[in-house]
Nanobody, 120 residues
Framework: QGQLVQSGGGLAQPGGSLNLSCAASGFTFSAYTMNWYRQTPGKEREFIAAITPRWTTNYTDSVKGRFTVSRDAASRSAFLQMNNLKPGDTAVYYC??????????????WGQGTQVTVPS
């Protein structure tokens, strides 16, 4: 059974930075796309960033130029570097690993989530 363990959340002032980590175990990390999502109370979970096994990246518009997603094979980890943080970035952040093997066959693993708070 795959597992993702997150760390690195906390409190940051507007304009500050945080780096989130997501350590993988129990599956072939190099074959999975790694995604980052966030969720605030009363709102749906929002996709924010992804990185494929080939290091192709994708970001939602609100974080482009501020957040950077990366991965490291040696440590089996994904990262989300968050710079120039804004109060609107306050949320619980989740990492996710995803691999599509065939039509209708997808493997998903989720981290436990970590709180990021940026006060006004």
């Amino acid at each position: 059974q795959g597992q993702l363990v997150q760390s690195g959340g906390g409190l940051a002032q507007p304009g500050g930075s945080l780096n989130l980590s997501c350590a993988a175990s129990g599956f072939t990390f190099s074959a999975y796309t790694m995604n980052w999502y966030r969720q605030t109370p009363g709102k749906e979970r929002e996709f924010i960033a992804a990185i494929t096994p080939r290091w192709t990246t994708n970001y939602t518009d609100s974080v482009k130029g501020r957040f950077t997603v990366s991965r490291d094979a040696a440590s089996r980890s994904a990262f989300l570097q968050m710079n120039n943080l804004k109060p609107g970035d306050t949320a619980v952040y989740y990492c996710n690993a995803e691999m599509r093997v065939a039509w209708g066959k997808v493997y998903h693993y989720w981290g436990q989530g970590t709180q990021v708070t940026v006060p006004s």
